[in-house]
């Protein structure tokens, strides 16, 4: 039953009706939860339920969403709003027109320009330093997070306080860095844009003279060029590797070369630094020329919001200060949502004051911007919001190992969205826009959620893709077909800038996945690339079969000689064989791959499918395949899965995740969970879950710094027990020891606390010796040592006979980055540590107060993010960002070797975990993708399971269609 809604409080009658009408539509459709509307609507639980409070009008958009959710009558509904904003004089109010008396004091998404200088503050400390380190050195590195302020800092900060005979050149990269420098510096030097691109092209060390000549045509004595260069990391996203080197010679020769008249600024995200490392003469320029951009403190922060609003005649009521004050400080990349969120509470301000009130009727700092998005998205035809999708996805850049990010995008890519091939006409400045894409554009320009150029467009702030759920959404659902996508769009581009080369069409397996996105909303570009490719291949094919007929032939010739000749029949037959093998290899690991893409549509053929290639050719790819095919989703999470652990029985799973709930599972047969139970967490993001070894408790840990119990010995209705608060900072995992009298929690306070659970008299015992945020905690089988780790690249070991008296150890050093996961082999003589530095390191810690440094295992491509022994501890799993979980086998004797790799998740594996019993355990994973598997780890065992689904048979057409020429044969019998 769902949880009943709270009395209607006394109000403006008229909203309180409305709402009492939006509760009555809400129990017509069957009195659905909040959570259930949440998922229809795209708003989030609070926004709804809001909405039928009867405190406020909700907006249009919100009002509208609701009523879709629910299958009311969306019309009848408008009319109502718009009736009642009417009479209430809401309605202007409620507009998104800006108000006409005066320039809004905040610029909302996007960055501060110099032209905004007058209203940027809350930086002047960091652009004191900025001015003071620029003319001490020629190149600066300025460094932050995504939404720290870096493109405001530069912009709107540096340049207006550069020396007055300095000529600032601003721009970002792009795709063609080197032309984009060309463009801007071209009007500096009073020369044409091409002749300053093919001086650059021919030397790079011409950037340097270029600024010579420019910094000499003044007499002041400070005459230089200063050259920024905002988003850097679009080097790295959008840019061939060639010219990329090009560019960064370039400007290092200009900025350290003696007698040019060049500095250099560059602004780029913290999470691409390390990409900046891979080039030497970079890593060499910014060893001391590094500032960060870090949060703002509070004095910073208070003047952000202040200042801005006095300087427009407002004020600022003291309760809004101290709200933004409290959800925003600390926070990285938080001042983009602050800036809307204040834009838009300036949008409803009464008089001259900006409240909370208003503040609150935005949504706050990320609802701010998912309102205003999903506003834009509503006001859209069904038509146009499949055309804002394909728009939104292709102007943001799929992350390897980093977060998503915006990517600039011609405009001719998305005036050809849903054209056939020719239909669109070219004017001679590229090709005209049509209508429906125009709107698109034009209406999410209007909101601020895109910024047009005169031939490009891009997302006003990457803020957009953490916070709008909708356009997350579909960079989850589909994240491997907007890969496949993306590799469309600039193979169709390469193919037209090679003049339809027909070398530069796809084939084989590539084609074969391009096919796959073809009910996408496709360019005519794209259709007409897909298309040539398409023909070429049947043509191809054609004459294939005209060569087979040949070979055919010959083979007829073949079998007259080979009659006369024995010894040449011998070694055809084993040139036949040799053959055969190879083309079974090859069609088994295609067939292997066919199978895994169709496991979620068609299980049943796609289990056989698996079995089939790993009988024709057994190998690493045909048995990740089955193990692939036959394993569980688990779904439910609304966002990532961060946490999950078997009870210690292994009948039940519990999962945490960033929705702020932990989920239940009844996994007696894991392969077949069923949900049940279902609570919150806490207020906050998830981080941790564990199961007390008797089963009957379950600890939690996350955002909100606490400690949790819950009595789960009826699942369906779990009970709160105990909060245990203490820690300062994310408790990022809790683990019970043995006995189960002891819990521990690591945290971002850089402490490990453990808490007594047995009593609820005595405090914690703190830890205390990490000197950054405590990570994974363990403790060994014997219950007698705890390992932590830490973002200080070190595992503690501390022994916990006496828990509270704990002493410590021993440090074990070795990794490069993060220590992120650990665990205890299950004969406690191995420790298991994952790390940021892509590698597992496993320690001889048979006597823990001399461990000794293993083996160390490679092969993931991004953070070790989890580490688990299997129950005999023959097996030892591994989860990465890379959204791969990896099997190690681990003999007794020999070194330890990789069985298997994962591959179904779509986002990284953030934890993994076995099953408790005996033998080849099955494996549970959580990941970004919001969804948690249990994977068998045995391909005997897999086939077996694949067998027990295959049900329809797979038919002979089906057979042919998959495995031509191989004779048919039901893997698992008829």
């Known amino acids: 039953m769902p949880r009943g809604e709270r009395p209607l409080k006394a109000g403006d009658a008229r909203i309180v009706a409305f709402a009492a009408e939006l509760r009555r539509l809400r129990n017509k459709a069957g009195s659905p939860t909040y959570r259930q509307l949440a998922e229809r609507a795209h708003y989030s639980v ?15 958009a919100v009002t509208l969403a609701y009523v879709r959710a629910c299958d009311g009558d969306v019309a009848h509904w408008e009319r109502a709003w718009h009736a009642l904003a009417a009479e209430l004089g809401a309605a202007a109010e409620a507009s998104d ?8 004091p905040y610029v909302g998404l996007a960055a501060y320009q110099t032209s905004d200088a007058a209203w940027f503050f809350g930086r002047e400390g960091l652009v004191e330093e900025l001015v003071r380190r620029l003319r001490q050195q020629r190149l600066l590195l300025v460094v932050g997070a995504s939404g720290s302020g870096k493109s405001s800092l530069l912009r709107a900060g540096l340049v207006p306080r550069l020396a007055p005979g300095a000529t600032p050149v601003v721009f970002t990269p792009g795709t063609r860095p080197m032309e984009e420098c060309a463009v801007r510096l071209s009007a500096a030097a009073n020369l044409t844009p091409g002749r300053v691109y093919r001086e650059l092209l021919d030397d790079p ?42 560019f960064i010679t370039a400007l290092l020769t200009a900025a350290t070369a003696d007698g040019n008249r060049c500095r250099v600024v560059i602004g780029v995200r913290a999470d691409f630094y390390t990409h900046c490392t891979h080039h030497p003469g970079l890593v060499a320029a910014m060893r001391d020329a590094q500032i960060p951009v870090g949060p703002m403190d509070l004095e910073d922060l208070r003047r952000a919001v202040v200042q801005p ?20 400080l600390g926070q990285a990349g938080v001042l983009p949502l602050l800036s809307h969120a204040l834009r838009e509470t300036w949008r409803r301000r009464r008089g001259n004051a900006l409240t909370l009130d208003a503040y609150r009727a935005t949504g706050g700092l990320e609802g701010a911007l998912a309102r205003t998005a999903e506003e834009f998205y509503a006001e859209l035809g069904a038509e146009r919001q499949k055309l804002a999708r394909q728009v939104f996805v292709r102007l943001t850049a799929l992350g390897e190992g980093t977060e998503d990010t915006r990517r600039r995008v011609p405009l001719g890519e998305l005036a050809r969205l849903g054209t056939p091939a020719g239909a669109v006409e070219d004017t001679g400045r590229g090709p005209a826009m049509g209508e429906d894409v125009g709107a698109v554009l034009e209406g999410a320009a209007r909101a601020r959620l895109v910024t047009l150029d005169q031939d490009r467009v891009e997302l006003t702030h990457e803020a957009l893709i953490r916070c709008w759920p909708r356009l997350h959404g579909w960079l989850t659902e589909g994240r491997e077909q907007l890969r496949v996508l993306r590799q469309l769009t600039e193979a169709a581009r390469t193919w037209e800038s090679l003049g339809r080369d027909p070398d530069a069409l796809f084939r084989g397996a590539r084609l074969a996945l391009a096919r796959e996105v073809e009910d996408q909303v496709l360019s005519s570009e794209e259709r007409t690339f897909l298309d040539a490719s398409a023909a070429a ?14 070979m055919r032939r010959l083979t ?16 055809a037959l084993r040139a036949r064989d040799e053959l055969t093998r190879e083309r079974n290899k090859v069609l088994a690991r295609e067939v292997a791959v066919d199978a895994v893409a169709l496991r979620q549509d068609r299980p049943a053929l796609a289990a056989q499918l698996g079995v089939a290639a790993d009988r024709l050719s057994p190998s690493a790819t045909t048995r990740d395949a089955l193990l692939g095919v036959t394993a569980a989703s688990l779904l439910g999470h609304e966002q990532a899965v961060s946490a999950l652990a078997f009870r210690p029985d292994g009948r039940m799973l519990a999962t945490a995740g960033y929705d702020y709930t932990v989920r239940l599972w009844d996994v007696t047969d894991p392969f077949r969970p069923v949900a049940v139970g279902e609570f919150a967490g806490g207020p906050d993001i998830m981080t941790a879950v564990a199961f007390s070894p008797d089963g009957r408790r379950l600890a939690t840990g996350g955002r909100d710094r606490t400690v949790r119990l819950w009595d789960v010995t009826r699942p369906r209705r779990p009970a709160p027990v105990r909060v245990l608060t203490g820690h300062g900072d994310i408790v990022f995992s809790v683990a019970f020891s043995p006995d189960g009298r002891t819990l521990a929690s690591g945290s971002y306070d850089h402490t490990v606390r453990l808490w007594d659970v047995s009593s609820a008299a005595s405090g914690p015992v703190v830890l205390r010796g990490h000197r950054l945020n405590v990570k994974p905690i363990a403790f060994s089988p014997d219950g007698r040592t705890l390992a932590s780790g830490s973002d200080d690249r070190t595992v503690r070991l501390w022994d916990v006979t006496s828990p509270r008296r704990p002493r410590p150890l021993a440090v074990l050093t070795g990794h490069r980055d993060f220590v992120d996961a650990l665990a205890f082999s299950p004969d406690g003589r191995t420790l298991a540590s994952g790390s940021d530095d892509r590698t597992v390191r496993l320690w001889s810690v048979a006597d823990p107060r001399r461990p000794r440094t293993g083996t160390v295992l490679t092969g993931h491509t991004d953070v070790v ?37 994962l591959t179904g998740h779509l986002g990284a ?9 005996e033998g080849d355990a099955p494996l549970a994973t959580g990941s970004s993708d919001h969804t948690a598997q249990i994977w068998q780890t045995d391909a005997a065992h897999a086939g077996r399971r694949a067998c027990a689904r295959a049900r329809p048979v797979i038919t002979r057409a089906e057979w042919n269609r998959w495995l031509p020429g191989i004779p048919y044969s039901p893997p698992c019998g008829d």
């Open 46 to 60: 609070s926004t709804l339920s809001g909405a039928a409070s009867g405190k406020v009008l909700p907006t249009l």
């Open 97 to 104: 027109a800006d108000s006409s008396d005066g320039p809004a």
């Open 205 to 246: 060390a011409n950037l340097g003279r270029l600024a010579r000549q420019i910094g000499a045509r003044s007499d002041a004595a400070d005459s230089e060029v200063v050259l920024v260069v905002d988003q850097f990391e679009e080097l790295f996203t959008h840019c061939a590797p060639a010219e990329r080197d090009h």
């Open 309 to 328: 609003a006095v300087r427009a005649g407002l004020t600022v009521e003291g309760a809004l200060l101290t709200t933004l004050a409290t959800q925003a």
């Open 537 to 550: 291949e049947r043509a191809e094919s054609a004459r294939g079969r005209r060569r087979a007929r040949q």
């Open 556 to 571: 007829a010739l073949l079998a007259v000689l080979l009659a006369v000749a024995v010894t040449a029949a011998v070694l």
């Open 865 to 901: 993010s989890s580490v688990a022994f299997s129950p005999d501890g023959r097996l030892l799993a591994s989860g990465s960002t890379d959204r791969t979980a990896r099997l190690w086998d681990l003999p007794a004797t020999g070194a330890p070797g990789l069985r298997s790799e």
């Open 909 to 917: 594996v953030n934890v993994v975990a076995f099953r408790p019993g």
